[in-house]
């Protein structure tokens, strides 16, 4: 089956560490996202891009880079992680369509723990 | 500016009971809207999606969602709760561009 596949699952890591959580996808779609998710506040967006050369910040791009390698690859980096960056980190894709109406797919997602 | 208020974030029905999980959005223009579901240890993945055809849809799992332009609702419902709908919900709306906005999210229980 297509699909979204995230690495690793999960991680601990430690205050002013690089990190970089990856993301695959065999579903052949040009828009891919990144979003955190926190108890109580539902998912946030941190970047997205609608092909390789198309990369845009959301609304919480602070403390966070990425890479789109290739259509099927995009990375999330924390440069120096902090313990407020511990949260459950979502990949998705989406075709394009008409504008806003296409759903994303998700993938397993990576919890990661800053100490 | 667009928004979503999930009423409720945990919800607790017994099995066989009638399921209702409350949306509310706030959009200055006809909003696509979307209901998600994520169970333990997964990714979220869609149960219908809203996009100005038929108020009234119907999802995977025997879920549907009316929408009411009047009440700015996109409530959820289901007849019967069955053990495995057990999950979280998220209600999720978009106005036509890149952005999708998520609720907070609802988690619903259910007893046997």
């Known amino acids: 089956d297509a699909d979204v596949t995230q690495t690793p699952r999960n991680r601990i890591t430690k205050t002013g560490k690089r990190i970089m959580l990856e993301c695959s996808q065999t579903k052949g779609h040009d828009r891919m996202y990144w979003y955190r998710q926190d108890p109580g506040l539902g998912l946030r967006l941190i970047y997205y891009?609608?092909?390789?050369?198309?990369?845009n910040k959301g609304e919480i791009s602070d403390g966070y880079s990425v890479s789109r390698q290739a259509q099927a690859k995009f990375s999330l980096s924390l440069e120096s992680a902090i313990p407020n960056q511990t949260a459950l980190y979502f990949c998705?894709?989406?075709?394009?369509?008409?504008?806003?109406?296409?759903?994303?797919?998700f993938g397993p997602g990576t919890r990661l723990t800053v100490l | 500016a667009q928004s979503v208020t999930q009423l409720g974030s945990h919800v607790s029905v017994s099995e066989g009971a009638l399921v209702l999980l409350r949306c509310n959005y706030s959009s200055s223009v006809p909003p696509y809207l979307f209901w998600y579901v994520q169970y333990p240890n997964q990714g979220l993945q869609l149960l219908l999606k809203?996009?100005?055809?038929?108020?009234l849809v119907k999802g995977i799992n025997g879920f549907e969602a009316e929408f009411k332009k009047s009440e700015t609702s996109f409530h959820l419902t289901k007849p019967s709760a069955h053990m495995s709908d057990a999950a979280e919900y998220f209600c999720?709306?978009?106005?036509?561009?890149?952005?999708?906005?998520f609720g907070a999210g609802t988690r619903l229980f259910v007893k046997a």
């Open positions: 999720a709306v978009n106005t036509g561009g890149f952005k999708t906005i």
């Open positions: 809203y996009t100005s055809a038929a108020t």
């Open positions: 998705a894709t989406s075709v394009p369509g008409l504008a806003g109406a296409t759903e994303q797919f």
């Open positions: 891009s609608f092909d390789v050369k198309d990369i």
